[in-house]
């Protein structure tokens, strides 16, 4: 038998031995023979197909055939070029559609220019950047708002549900940024609470957590700035301290009885205005939050925009005029809570609250 008929007999052999071995066995021992007699009908058959299709049954499939699409992957196939990226896969530093300046194991960029420009040109703004020191966050919100014009990744940095007033962040991660903890913090007033400078020390160490938390992207009122829109040029806060301190001690009595939760009532703050707008018609009263007949217990505002004062303006500079207001001990006070109240997401708004006598 030659070569062709052997290949194209073999899968017939292969099922026939599974049925019968010892038939299949015998019969292909014989057919090997020279003089072997001729294959039965079921062999003529199989031969017959091999000729018609020769090519067939030597045919080789080449490397490169496509695979049936569900096709079994061995499970150390490599995966394809397109495959999607796991979701908490670490993102290339180029994938930022914005990318950072720097990230780490890289320092934070420098920009200690910017606080020093703004200290040089506002050192009464860095001379009240503390709070706590009855001052306001202008210098802080100024640095930020340059430093934004510049490149957006710039925020505050928040901890406990508020503001480090000395500190901002720089976010370098590729995902959102608000709340991100991928910052770099900064620390850009220097002895702040004592004698405050210009600062720029990288406090990354310290917990990061990026926001702009109420930030306006305005400047922040500067008393010898000019309003492009009108000319006009903002009046500055005028320190009345004095006349506060004056006031609670000829009436403790009124500053003792000023909470209304605890029973008292708003006289304290009524003559206190009323005083005030005797020297300046640009003092008033301050609906809270901006709301409307809900007023502040503890506040005065000094309007600074152009004209007269005008009802529900929030051209206002807002001062907190009695410290621990509720408290067991109130005493007089005079915080400029301006910025504080911007940075909380809320406004002023000046008012008289429907009073005549003011």
Known sequence: MDGIRL???LPWLL????????SVLGELDGSLTPDASPPDAALVAIDTLAAQDVTR????????????????????????????????APVPFDACVNPPLARPPAGAPDRSAVPRAVASEHPDWLRDSCPANGGNTRFL???????RDEDRRWGLNALSGGINGDRLAYHWGCGEAEGSAEAYVLDVISSHCGTPGPGWIDQTTEPARWTLAGYSTSAPVDAGAVDSGSGHVPPPLPDESGLVRDLAAERPDLLAASCRDMGGNNEFLFELVRRLRRRDARWGLNWKRGVVNDMSQDVVDYYFGP??????ATEVYILDVIVGHCGPSPAPGFTDVTEATRLGGTIGRWTLAGRADL
């Open 141 to 147: 919100t100024e640095v930020l708002r340059r430093l």
């Open 307 to 312: 004209g007269a004062p005008r009802e529900g």
């Open 57 to 88: 049954q030597d045919r080789v499939v080449p490397v490169d055939a496509p695979v049936p699409l569900d096709a079994p992957v061995p499970l150390d196939a490599p995966a394809p070029l397109d495959a999607p990226v796991p979701f908490d």
């Open 15 to 22: 099922l026939a031995c599974a049925a019968d071995p010892g």
């Open 7 to 9: 290949r194209a007999l």
